[in-house]
Every structure is written in C-alpha cells, then in structure tokens.
C-alpha cells in the first residue's frame, strides 16, 4: 500500500509564504515524478508543479512560475513547494501527485494524496 501524507497547508494573508510537504511511503519500487496539483471552488484540478526524480527537470504552471519552487529529497521520497507572494487566487485544495511503481515487473501509476488547504486571504 501505498500512502501519499502532505502538510503544511493553513491561511495566509496576501503576499505571505507558505511551504507544503509530501511524503510518500508504503511498498514503493520506484518514483518516477512527484508533484503538486491544485483545484479551487468550481475548478478543475490543475497542475502546479511537478519534478522528475531521476533527472531533476521540473515544470510549473505560469500563474506560479517565479513564485513558487518545487524541491525533493530522494532520500526521504518527500516533495516540497515552497510558495511565495501568495495571491488570492492561490486558494485551492493542494494534492501530491506521485508516478511511481510498486515492483519491478509492474509499470507506474498515479498516486494521490488526501489534499491540504491552503487559503489565501486578510
């Protein structure tokens, strides 16, 4: 089984920081890429960030880039995103996302985390 744990969510005025976690565990062969996704009120989920594990390459969604930056540690199989100059409009659940696999013979699937709160607002 395996288990997807962020924290670090909560409320934030506008132009605060706010840094999220994730950490995955369970019967894990191998992760490929691990990100961030976000859905607000009435939206659809959105990808904010996301690192590819071996070669380090990463990719953000305009609306973040230069405020946000994803990090890992490999060693703990655990993402960061760091937030900086928090808008309103950044309010949303936040979900990890990782593409991992569970044994060698089998191939990668995504894996979803229960989701962290962040709220952006004075």
């Known amino acids: 089984q395996v288990q997807l744990v962020e924290s670090g969510g909560g409320l934030v005025q506008p132009g605060g920081s706010l840094r999220l976690s994730c950490a995955a565990s369970g019967s894990i062969f191998s992760i490929y890429v691990m990100g961030w996704y976000r859905q607000a009120p009435g939206k659809q989920r959105e990808l904010v960030a996301a690192t590819n594990i071996g070669g380090g390459s990463t990719r953000y969604a305009d609306s973040v880039k230069g405020r946000f930056t994803i990090s890992r540690d490999n060693a703990k199989n655990t993402v960061y995103l760091q937030m900086n100059s928090l808008k309103p409009e950044d309010t949303a659940v936040y979900y990890c996302?990782?593409?991992?696999?569970?044994?060698?013979?089998?191939?990668?699937?995504?894996?979803w985390g229960k989701g962290t709160l962040v709220t952006v607002s004075s």
């Open positions: 996302n990782a593409v991992l696999s569970v044994a060698p013979a089998m191939g990668s699937r995504d894996y």
